[in-house]
């Protein structure tokens, strides 16, 4: 036998572990169907399914004891008293979280986790006494035995279906006191082949199993008379079972009333199956679902791929600025030139077709945000089933895209959001009907495009934060002074609860009150380059948005001076850019202040504060700066332009200060800073509160904190 090399196995694992989530994804989605509706057999069958193909995948990436426990559990749920069964949908979830744990642990290759309690659930469900009654009733076979067919078997029936044959299902029961079964399923083989052609076949060929009855699926053209009359054989076959499947060829609608008596099903399609959670698409009549891509068009590439045609790409980009620079100099140089204008129509052509490169590579690493959203269901019932809580969970937005890097990254922060919406934000029933509200509290999670950003909401109909209890536990921790924390405003006094270990909660539960999540949501968040943020209103609930760049990898970004310095700010931050004289800065409890237009807008000064009067009364532009509902000012000498950047990571251990979110190389090699706005605003906060003489002085990097920063930048660039 032809061994697979050592690069074909961790391949195939690699492809395991992947479907293997998927998998256990679409087993929690129909235990979840399961709980909703209990003794559902559409849903049990959709889960056996899923059983089965974890099985036989298991098994082929050589994972036996996965597979042995899947084996276990497709047994369980084939047998009739499954459906019924009260416990099932609490088995399914518990074999969903084992297997879960048994790829993690085959991953890490460390020890497997205990299955002896799921065995025994299992085995308790097999030994049921409703169970024995029910297979001392079935002497006689049927051809209505549950049985799933591997996806090639399915696409034989249909191919033999397009050519017209009849797909005929045999369960042919052997005779007892055969002391051959092996042999006398060889007999039953070679007479049932005279009539057409043998599909599929339990116990498969070749197997040593020793069963009793032989299953086979025959495509003929022969009468069911005919085909039981071939089955049995004296004292080898004592008696068969004939029924068609009636499969409808390729390209003629099936019939409503139409089913398969083998269960001969999409198994894709249920696989897939949408979780049980609202959706804004299935409220609004008319809206046309997207059609589902077929598998032959589908290529998985590892993500590390996709990532090096976007960092060529990025290059490429430097490469136009450069050429860009060179074109501006030559017509500088030569403005009559001939040659000049052809120069241009190449550059323009180039930028078109770098830009829709660009963009085609983009998509390839969008993936809608359904593919995180679809896991909140069990975390949601999981959450209130511990705290005693009646919660639905309702979900928009989600075939709203998002770059599957960032997705990945906001997973953790957002179950922290999800579970403290339920745990700590969703009410007690009696506490809510004596407030007015609904006895089932709701949990409403939402995503959108805004701009060049992505939102995504996480909101519940809660008790709401009680800005006066957050505000008491500032000053208790010595986050504020007494005297400060009278003159902040209510989102100032909300963004406490980010600080780390900042808790309210009377009580420390297993999901509540540690005061673990909220800080570790903002710390994310302001390394995606994305701002958190929190509204509240007491007895109707809060809503935390998350705010995410649409990629991390290429921006348009707004260049500018400070002190002779070259700093870049995105340039979707940027509301408008107004230009003031010093004069018109006002001081107001230590922070300065431009009177724009109707509204008073908070400065923050980059730079440092002109040491003269004479210095003070000269022009300045002011960024105006847009996060979220907020706004402020920043003060800048120089503008530079606008510029599509190549952002350039750096490294946390050589980049001290968190200011800046990256750096990029422009055309003509000059290293420009792109600033952390949510840092720089956070940064400005502290120092506000910390002492009012603090704000005097500018926010800008230190001269040895942009010395690092550049020679990372550059670092990175080589």
């Not at 043998?198 to 495509?219: D, M, Q, T, Y």
């Not at 590390?304 to 074109?327: F, H, P, T, W, Y």
């Not at 005693?388 to 979900?395: F, H, T």
């Amino acid at each position: 036998m032809t061994q697979f090399s050592d690069d074909r196995n961790a391949e195939l694992r690699e492809l395991f572990f992947e479907t293997a989530q998927e998998l256990l994804q679409s087993m929690n989605e129909e235990a979840l169907k399961l709980e909703q509706k209990p003794g559902d057999a559409e849903t049990v069958r959709t889960m056996r399914r899923i059983v089965h193909t974890l099985k036989g995948d298991s098994a082929a990436a050589g994972f036996q004891e996965l597979s042995e426990v899947a084996h276990e559990l497709e047994d369980a749920l084939a047998l009739e008293t499954s459906t019924a069964h009260g416990s099932l949908a609490e088995i399914a979830f518990g074999a969903a979280d084992f297997f879960g744990g048994m790829l993690t642990s085959y991953r890490s290759q460390s020890q497997l986790p205990d299955g002896t309690s799921l065995r025994k659930k299992i085995r308790e469900l097999t030994h049921d006494p409703t169970t024995k009654k029910a297979h001392s009733r079935k002497s006689k076979p049927t051809a209505k035995h549950q049985t799933v067919w591997t996806e090639y078997e399915r696409l034989a029936m249909q191919a033999a279906a397009n050519d017209g044959k009849n797909i005929c299902h045999i369960l042919a029961q052997v005779d007892p006191h055969c002391a051959m079964p092996i042999a006398a399923r060889e007999l039953l083989l070679k007479g049932v082949t005279e009539l057409g052609e043998i599909l599929a076949s339990r116990p498969e060929a070749g197997s040593a199993e020793n069963s009793k009855s032989v299953e086979l699926i025959l495509a003929c053209n022969a009468s069911d008379a005919e085909i039981a009359a071939k089955c049995k054989i004296p004292t080898i076959i004592v008696n068969a079972a004939v029924d068609r499947i009636e499969i409808q060829p390729q390209g003629v609608a099936a019939k409503p009333e139409a089913s398969s008596s083998a269960e001969y099903e999409n198994h894709e399609a249920q696989v897939v199956a949408d979780p049980p959670v609202a959706t804004a698409a299935a409220a609004q009549p008319g809206t046309q679902q997207k059609p589902m891509p077929s598998s032959d068009h589908i290529l998985r590439v590892d993500a590390e791929r996709v990532d090096a045609v976007l960092n060529l790409v990025g290059e490429l980009i430097v490469g136009k600025s450069m050429l860009q620079q060179a074109l501006n100099e030559f017509t500088k140089h030569y403005p009559k030139d001939a040659l000049r204008g052809r120069f241009a129509d190449a550059m323009a052509f180039q930028s078109r077709v770098l830009n829709d490169l660009q963009r085609s590579v983009m998509k390839v690493r969008m993936v809608p945000v359904e593919q995180l959203f679809r896991r909140f269901p069990r975390v949601v019932r999981d959450v209130a089933k511990q705290c005693g809580k009646d919660v639905q969970l309702v979900v928009l937005g989600q075939d709203t895209d998002l770059d599957k890097g960032l997705l990945d990254a906001i997973a953790e922060p957002l179950t922290h959001l999800v579970r403290n919406a339920v745990s700590h934000g969703i009410e007690d029933a009696p506490e809510r009907v004596r407030a007015g509200k609904a006895p089932q509290g709701t949990v409403r999670l939402d995503a959108y495009h805004q701009g060049n950003q992505v939102v995504v909401e996480v909101s519940d109909d809660g008790r709401g934060i009680d800005s006066a209890k957050v505000k008491a536990r500032a000053v208790e921790r010595g986050l504020v002074t007494q005297e400060k924390a009278k003159s902040l405003t209510e989102t100032e006094v909300l963004e406490f609860i980010f600080q780390p270990g900042f808790s309210t909660a009377e009580t420390i539960t297993e999901v509540s009150g540690r005061g673990v999540g909220l800080d570790v949501v903002q710390t994310v968040l302001q390394r995606l380059k994305g701002n958190v943020q929190v509204e509240s209103r007491p007895g109707q609930g809060t809503k935390f948005r998350l705010q995410l760049p649409l990629t991390l990898a290429i921006i348009k970004a707004l260049l500018f001076r400070v002190e002779q310095r070259l700093y870049a700010v995105p340039l979707n931050t940027v509301g408008e850019i107004a230009r003031a004289d010093e004069h018109d800065l006002h001081r107001v409890n230590g922070c300065e202040m431009l009177q724009l237009r109707e509204q008073v807008l908070p400065v923050i000064r980059l730079g440092a504060l002109p040491p003269t009067i004479s210095e003070r009364h000269g022009k300045i532009f002011v960024l105006v700066i847009e996060l979220g509902e907020g706004k402020f000012g920043l003060l800048v000498n120089v503008l530079e332009g606008e510029e599509e950047l190549v952002i350039k990571a750096l490294d946390d251990q050589t980049v001290e200060t968190d200011l800046v979110s990256g750096a990029s190389i422009l055309g003509d090699g000059r290293v420009v800073l792109i600033l952390n706005l949510p840092a720089v605003m956070g940064r400005f906060t502290k120092l506000r509160h910390d002492t009012e003489a603090a704000a005097v002085f500018g926010l800008l990097l230190s001269q040895s904190e942009r010395a690092r920063s550049v020679k990372a930048a550059q670092g990175a660039q080589a």
